[in-house]
């Protein structure tokens, strides 16, 4: 990762991949055996902040771990809701602050605001 600006392209990926399996967990909430997903990339991408030398970060997607219904679905519709705004605000954020740092980039490379 290079940068404040390879930071933040990778939380931007990492919350793309996370809106996904939101959308697929809750398009399956319905299917008999459906065992939910999570996306995990906000602890990867701490421990790479951290490492002396920098290190990288890696998106993961892993089963969740709420009990089954009857039919072995493990779909939460309401946790699933909340997560969706939660990671479209968090996305929001990623870009707005993406495209602050390129507007940095411009600025000092002479070129024009928008």
């Not at 906000?42 to 039919?71: E, F, H, K, M, R």
């Not at 993406?98 to 411009?106: D, I, P, Y």
């Amino acid at each position: 990762m290079s940068g404040i600006t390879g930071v933040l392209q990778f939380a931007v990926d990492g919350l793309a991949q996370q809106q996904q399996t939101i959308a697929s967990n809750l398009a399956n909430s319905e299917t008999p055996g459906y065992i939910a997903q999570q996306v995990n990339f906000q602890s990867s991408l701490q421990q790479a902040l951290g490492a002396p030398t920098g290190g990288t970060a890696q998106v993961a997607v892993v089963d969740t771990t709420n009990p089954p219904a009857t039919d072995g679905n493990n779909v939460n519709t309401s946790q699933q809701l909340v997560a969706a705004e939660k990671t479209t605000l968090e996305y929001q954020t990623m870009v707005d602050m993406l495209n602050a740092q390129f507007r940095l980039v411009q600025g000092a490379t002479g070129g024009s605001f928008q």
